[in-house]
């Protein structure tokens, strides 16, 4: 977390530099009277492999809370589905003789991305009021349907059952975490942060997929729970209510701009994780330049995320 001035600082590192000037400065000193026995020990250093957490007083006087995008920000669904659709459908294309198509996992893959933009698109033009609810469970089952029924797949011959086609939906709830998302999410709970989730995925499907991913949010917060979706400005505001805080006190963690502009809209702080590969990238939004700031340090980012402590700066 960043000391006023907004310039994000790796405590681990700051602590152990402090403790040496300190013990130069009083083997130097001319009066210096070693510790009597009564004295407390000093504890021993940091382990260099695992930074400590912020100091408490810190927590408590800026961010209390991170709520966490999930899809994307903390596991990597796209190779997870791909693969998942791959199997499920060249078993049932080896049992059928309807037809002969074959497919690998670069279109397995580009089925992939066809079925997650259903969901954006099925999201973003819901009203609430108006729209009749469904839960993102269902709205995958209907939409994959609709997917391996049309004149690009070519696979409405092949017969899914409602099992099968479920199976393949369930897919969503086994998603593979990205490589610092368990440890980090630990990291913030050991920090004295509350963690929760804050996605559009329904309830059912969120913990079991944090189950499987090792995810140990301490809150499960779901679109579901308000009835409307992302980027509403009611599933923001409802999940700081839920967590018996302001917006100000919360930060939103995500991989989507769009899901952060929401929640920053709303009045929430906002840390940026661009997710490319196995690396990951911090960036956090600067007020007075009006963009999203890269960190170039990764101490200082790494200080900044789920991964560490996000920064300070009004955002």
């Known amino acids: 977390m960043a000391p006023e001035g907004g310039r994000s600082t790796c405590y681990r590192s ?10 130069e400065e009083l083997s130097s000193a001319k009066h210096y009277h070693p510790p009597q026995p ?32 999930v899809f994307g920000t903390c596991v990597n669904w796209r190779p997870s589905i791909a693969n ?24 397995t893959t580009r ?16 009203i609430p009021g108006t729209t009749p609810w469904k839960d993102i469970d269902q709205h995958h089952r209907d939409s994959l349907v609709e997917l391996l029924n049309s004149p690009e797949w070519g696979l409405s011959t092949c017969g899914f059952t409602d099992e099968e086609v479920w199976d393949m939906v369930k897919g969503w709830h ?38 499987y991913a090792g995810l140990e949010f301490g809150n499960l917060v779901s679109a579901e729970d308000f009835r ?12 700081c209510e839920r967590l018996r805080l302001e917006p100000g006190q919360v930060a939103m963690v995500a991989a989507h701009l769009g899901d952060l502009q929401a929640a920053r809209e709303a009045g929430m702080r906002t840390v940026y994780v661009e997710r490319k590969g196995r690396s990951v990238i911090i960036y956090t939004y600067e007020v007075n330049q009006k963009a999203w700031i890269r960190q170039e340090n990764e101490k200082e980012a790494a200080a900044m995320c789920c991964f560490g402590v996000p920064d300070s700066q009004p955002l």
């Open 111 to 126: 089925l992939a991305n066809q079925w997650r933009a259903s969901y954006s698109a099925f999201t973003r033009s819901f």
């Open 14 to 23: 700051g602590r152990q530099q402090d403790g040496r000037e300190q013990e």
């Open 174 to 211: 086994s998603l593979s975490p990205w490589e610092d998302s368990s440890s980090g999410v630990r990291r913030l709970n050991a920090a004295g942060f509350v963690t929760a989730t804050l996605s559009n995925g329904n309830r059912g499907l969120l913990e079991e997929l944090c189950g």
């Open 38 to 69: 009564s004295s407390p020990p000093r504890p021993p250093p940091p382990c260099p492999h695992h930074p400590l957490p912020a100091p408490p007083h810190l927590i408590a006087t800026q961010i209390r809370a991170l709520t966490f995008d």
């Open 84 to 107: 998942h659709l791959l199997a499920a459908i060249t078993q049932k294309l080896t049992t059928t003789t309807t037809t002969t198509t074959t497919l690998t996992l670069s279109d």
């Open 228 to 239: 409307v979706y992302k980027p509403a400005r009611e599933v923001y505001l409802g999940a």
